[in-house]
T-cell receptor
Framework: QKEVEQDPGPLSVPEGAIVSLNCTYSNSAFQYFMWYRQYSRKGPELLMYTYSSGNKEDGRFTAQVDKSSKYISLFIRDSQPSDSATYLCAMRGNFGNEKLTFGTGTRLTIIP | KAGVTQTPRYLIKTRGQQVTLSCSPISGHRSVSWYQQTPGQGLQFLFEYFSETQRNKGNFPGRFSGRQFSNSRSEMNVSTLELGDSALYLC???????????FGPGTRLTVL
């Protein structure tokens, strides 16, 4: 079983819809949680960065972390065709356990 | 500020050959991490270098090696290439081991 599980999709939603992307994990040492967006033929770019449990909002994006359930989510409001990409969750522990562990990514398509 | 650059962008090799990939981090960044990305396994951590020292290593065979130079530029080498080594190899740089990682565009390696 992988340390981080992510539904690979693909996920297709109409423009303007709310998108929910999720990851579960098994390593309780993970303290820092990230979401990366990767367009085709590009490297991943950081979207959201969260420490421990709680919510963080940045524009149309909201990241949620529930450490008790070992579950993280990314919500995209008012989705746009430009949001079509693969979304990767990533997480790591504290000093001495800093290597990033990624989910396999969810391919998202926003239909105009 | 220039981003992470990787060379070459595309590479075609045959089984048994060896290959060297190069990564130039963002100016001022001293930490470089390497990842292998494949459709089935997603992003998998190869190794991380900080100040010319390997700090972490993933679960890859000894055919995969790397190094970092005094100017923080890094190279990774794969010897005795196998078909399964075909992948996108991504380099990420950060100020230090616990800081946000910024990815390059990757090197697409195809082994025939």
């Amino acid at each position: 079983q992988k340390e981080v599980e992510q539904d690979p999709g693909p996920l297709s939603v109409p423009e303007g819809a709310i998108v929910s992307l999720n990851c579960t994990y098994s390593n309780s040492a993970f303290q820092y949680f990230m979401w990366y967006r990767q367009y085709s033929r590009k490297g991943p770019e950081l979207l959201m960065y969260t420490y421990s449990s709680g919510n963080k909002e940045d524009g149309r994006f909201t990241a949620q972390v529930d450490k008790s359930s070992k579950y993280i989510s990314l919500f995209i409001r008012d989705s746009q065709p430009s949001d079509s990409a693969t979304y990767l969750c990533a997480m790591r522990g504290n000093f001495g356990n800093e290597k990033l562990t990624f989910g396999t990514g969810t391919r998202l398509t926003i239909i105009p | 500020k220039a981003g992470v650059t990787q060379t070459p962008r595309y590479l075609i090799k045959t089984r048994g050959q060896q290959v060297t990939l190069s990564c130039s981090p963002i100016s001022g960044h001293r930490s470089v991490s390497w990842y292998q990305q494949t459709p089935g396994q997603g992003l998998q951590f190869l190794f991380e270098y900080f100040s010319e020292t390997q700090r972490n290593k993933g679960n890859f065979p000894g055919r995969f090696s790397g190094r970092q130079f005094s100017n923080s530029r890094s190279e990774m080498n794969v010897s005795t290439l196998e078909l399964g080594d075909s992948a996108l190899y991504l380099c990420a740089s950060s100020l230090g081991p616990t800081d946000t990682q910024y990815f390059g565009p990757g090197t697409r390696l195809t082994v025939l």
